[in-house]
């Protein structure tokens, strides 16, 4: 089991970068894939990135591709979200989560696949 705790969320202009953080505590880290959704005031949770156990394969969002980085640090027990280019659309609370090895990562972007989640980190982008 592992409880992720996201952080660095802030307030940004448009077309500056934020860089978040998810540390996950528990011993078998680097056994999850690991993911990044959104929700926006009065709209659902949408996928953003996620990476495989390994870090091997990542997989986004076609509203952030090209923008927005996720890699991890198994050492540390940490997976980032690297986001350049901030619109004001990006503007949500981020949540991190865990979940358990997917080979096909087929469900990537269901909230429904993945097992555990951080409270969430406030990120808003001011036009």
């Known amino acids: 089991q592992v409880q992720p705790v996201e952080s660095g969320g802030g307030l940004v202009q448009a077309g500056g970068s934020l860089k978040l953080s998810c540390a996950a505590s528990?011993?078998?880290?680097?056994?999850?894939?690991m993911g990044w959704f959104r929700q926006a005031p009065g709209k659902e949770r949408e996928f953003v990135a996620a990476?495989?156990?390994?870090?091997?394969?990542?997989y986004y969002a076609d509203s952030v591709k090209g923008r927005f980085t996720i890699s991890r640090d198994n050492a540390k027990n940490t997976v980032y979200l690297q986001m350049n280019s901030l619109k004001p659309e990006d503007t949500a609370v981020y949540y991190c989560?865990?979940?358990?090895?997917?080979?096909?990562?087929?469900?990537?972007?269901?909230?429904?696949?993945?097992?555990?989640w951080g409270q969430g980190t406030r990120v808003t982008v001011s036009s």
């Open positions: 989560a865990a979940g358990f090895r997917d080979t096909s990562m087929a469900t990537v972007a269901l909230p429904t696949r993945w097992a555990y």
């Open positions: 528990g011993r078998t880290f680097s056994s999850y894939d």
């Open positions: 990476v495989t156990y390994s870090g091997g394969n990542t």
